[in-house]
């Protein structure tokens, strides 16, 4: 009996070590890559790899981002939180902006360092670095000093990179590819010291070597090379791998000009096809496939600066066919490309309907591990629901989670349930028209957007005058939401600051979201 006892405790143990242990996991994001722009979505721009990674995993056709411009969005993937609790409460960081992350508040990567995974991104951050500063700006040693961030003290590694931050490893462009600086990091540490002003746009400091039509050829090198060493360990790791592609500057390299039919942003997004295919390929060759769950998303809906009326033209709907574009609070702005492989569990070929959004990553990688309910972090991850029950279930018609919170860049406000959407702004609150301040001067707009997606995809006919108890649902869930600091179950939390973005007008007909 005892011996019996004491091999069932053992089995137990390795059942329970193995479970422990999960697949590895790889997040790609690509940047400013609209729902239309890959292949198997209709468009026009060959996507072999993405096509494949469709094939071979499952495709959400209704997935979204927290927000319709980038920072937020990134904050969002890494804290499981809403990019508006935080305190940046609406547009984006430019270097040298302070972090909008908080080093007490658990990631991703720390969530699953602690459970001994390695952990390593490889890409653009965009999320503030922290820089030390100096107390007179440098000049350049070679040509002329021009543009910002010459006041960076580059021989110090930032105070708040990856490495504060839950990641065991960094591979890094500060930001956008079109801000400076233009440099690499290594974990945290900068690989050479900038000495010229370079840039597309925004110049600034740039070391002599850095080129941005390389950026995609670096980081798909350094991914591979950080999957091969991990692949040998008997920890499973974390790659996050967000691209600078194909947002501006759009450059592909020497190798891809050319390549598509449809201009520079064609070869672009081929370009950032390849980098999705070079982690395949060493996934594959490490014979780590088949346990790997790896997602690919993007960060917002494509931008106007790609020319979409032109590439409508030619038959290429970047966005496919929803309202707006990067910026925008319209579907264009925030509702992406989202593909899960994970062949040891998910269904290849397979599709599912149900909404869900990048902050969901954080629940269902712990959803995974058998974290969940009271072994969750109570103070981490209050706007991450898991979709694993989706990736086991294509046909699943329960709602994984109850709405979602869309954000535009100017800070407007969308709630969405069902297929309900009501946009707390007249206009786009973006880039497309009715842009922010002539649709608050054009008095003939309601302040309130109501659409029902299911019947009106386009979102043309606002329906507020017509569901006004639609309208009082939905601004309920809202105001609960911000107010209790969190849209998941467990105890109520703070934001760093109510959201003070909403309209006048919207104040006026609902006083309760001015909050304190």
């Known amino acids: ?11 137990a143990l390795i059942t329970a070590v193995i479970a422990q242990a999960g697949p590895n996991f790889v997040f790609i994001l690509a940047d400013d890559m609209g729902y239309g722009d890959v292949s198997h979505a209709g468009g026009k721009i060959p996507t072999p790899n993405l096509d494949m990674l469709r094939a071979e995993g499952m495709r959400f056709t209704d997935a979204h981002t927290t927000s319709s411009v980038c920072t937020p969005t990134r904050y969002g993937i890494l804290t499981g939180r809403y990019n508006w609790r935080s305190r940046l409460k609406r547009s984006v960081l430019f270097p040298p902006d302070r972090s909008i992350m908080d080093p007490e508040r658990k990631t991703i990567a720390g969530f699953l360092k602690n459970r001994k995974y390695r952990t390593c991104v490889v890409g653009k951050w965009h999320l503030g670095l922290n820089w030390h500063m100096l107390a007179q700006p440098a000049k350049a040693t070679t040509g002329p000093t021009k543009g910002t961030c010459w006041n960076i003290d580059f021989s110090k590694p930032p105070q708040q990179g990856p490495l504060k931050l839950g990641f065991t490893e960094d591979f890094l ?27 597309w746009n925004r110049q600034g400091p740039a070391t002599p070597d850095f080129e941005a039509k390389n950026c995609l050829i670096d980081f798909a090198r350094e991914s591979r090379a950080f999957i091969k060493s991990s692949a040998t360990s008997k920890n499973p790791f974390f790659l996050y791998l967000p691209l600078t592609s194909p947002h501006t500057p759009i450059v592909p390299s020497k190798k891809w000009q050319g390549r598509s039919p449809l201009g520079n942003y064609g070869d672009f997004v081929m370009e950032t096809d390849w980098v999705v295919g070079q982690v395949m390929q060493e996934l594959a060759e490490q014979k780590v496939a088949e346990d790997t769950f790896l997602l690919f998303a993007t960060d917002n809906g494509c931008s106007p600066a790609a020319g979409i009326p032109k590439l409508v033209s030619q038959g290429h709907k970047p966005n496919g066919d929803w309202r707006g574009h990067k910026a925008d609070i319209y579907e264009g702005g925030h509702r992406v490309p989202f593909l899960v492989r994970w062949p040891a569990r998910v269904e290849a070929g397979s599709s599912c309907d149900l909404t869900v959004c990048t902050t969901d990553f954080f629940a269902t990688a712990a959803d995974i591990l058998g974290v969940r309910g009271r072994k969750f972090p109570q103070n981490a991850a209050e706007d991450s629901f898991s979709f694993l029950a989706a990736l086991d279930n294509p046909d699943l018609q329960t709602p994984t989670r109850p709405f979602t919170i869309h954000h535009s860049i100017n800070g407007s406000f969308a709630i969405r349930k069902g297929p309900w959407k009501l946009c707390l702004c007249p206009g786009s609150g973006g880039w497309s028209a009715p842009k922010p301040a002539r649709a608050l001067q054009n008095k003939s707009l309601p302040p309130i957007q109501l659409y029902n997606l299911a019947k009106d995809p386009a979102e043309t006919a606002n329906l507020q005058d017509e569901h006004p108890e639609v309208v009082r649902d939905l601004v309920d869930d809202l105001y609960q939401v911000i107010q209790s600091g969190r849209s998941n179950s467990g105890p109520p939390c703070s934001n760093e600051g109510w959201p003070k973005t909403f309209p006048r007008a919207v104040l006026e007909l609902f006083p309760q979201l001015a909050g304190e």
């Open 173 to 199: 462009f500060p930001a956008s590819l079109d801000m400076a600086p233009y440099l690499y990091l290594r974990n945290d540490r900068a690989t050479a010291l900038p000495t010229v002003s370079k840039g």
């Open 1 to 11: 009996m005892k011996t019996l006892i004491l091999l069932t405790s053992i089995s």
